[in-house]
């Protein structure tokens, strides 16, 4: 695993803390809609629990890997999970994910990194999650090699200075909305 550098203290928030929930390990169901209920073994749809983490946050991260120059087929279901958020409002009408800041991770070994990001950034924005300036990171080996960023001895220079501006922007715009969320309209 690359090394990564402790999360650092920024000017307007302090030290930051997060949650990392890998979707691939859990039972989220296909669909548009903000609880599926219970599958046929009587285990529940986990999105609720995902769902319910992300609205207790300020910052969503959303990593994937390029997959046949897209986004992985679980990052396109957080999307399409998350679109339920559209009919969610709160008492003033804005959806409950107006506020949160949302940034975008990507890795893999061939091009298409910002075709990724594009795709991911208007799906979020489109769920009410506000996009910071340079709001991905991102690393890309040589195409068709078997390197993987998880192999890497440490993270690269280019990368983890990306890496910081994403943390630090996601950081002051989250703090920004937290006390001056937009106006119902």
């Not at 959303?62 to 409002?89: M, N």
């Not at 890497?152 to 002051?172: D, Q």
Request: glycine share 10%.
């Amino acid at each position: 695993m690359p090394h990564h550098p402790p999360p650092r203290p920024t000017p307007l928030l302090g030290p930051l803390s997060g949650k990392v929930i890998r979707v691939a390990d859990h039972d989220v169901r296909s669909g548009v809609e903000t609880d599926m209920g219970e599958g046929d073994m009587g285990e529940g749809d986990f999105w609720a629990e995902i769902r319910e983490t992300i609205l207790g946050t300020d910052i969503l991260i959303v990593s994937t890997p390029i997959w046949l120059g897209h986004p992985s087929s679980i990052a396109q279901r957080v999307l399409e999970r998350l679109d339920a958020e559209i009919s969610e409002s709160d008492e003033a009408g804005r959806m409950l994910t107006y506020g949160k800041v949302a940034g975008v991770c990507v890795v893999g070994n061939e091009d298409g990194a910002h075709h990724v990001s594009a795709e991911l950034f208007q799906g979020l924005n489109d769920c009410g999650f506000t996009l910071p300036a340079n709001a991905v990171t991102y690393w890309v080996g040589e195409a068709m090699h078997g390197t993987d960023y998880q192999d890497l001895n440490e993270t690269p220079v280019k990368t983890a200075a990306t890496t910081a501006t994403l943390a630090a922007n996601t950081a002051h715009l989250a703090r920004r909305l937290k006390y001056a969320n937009y106006s119902p309209s």
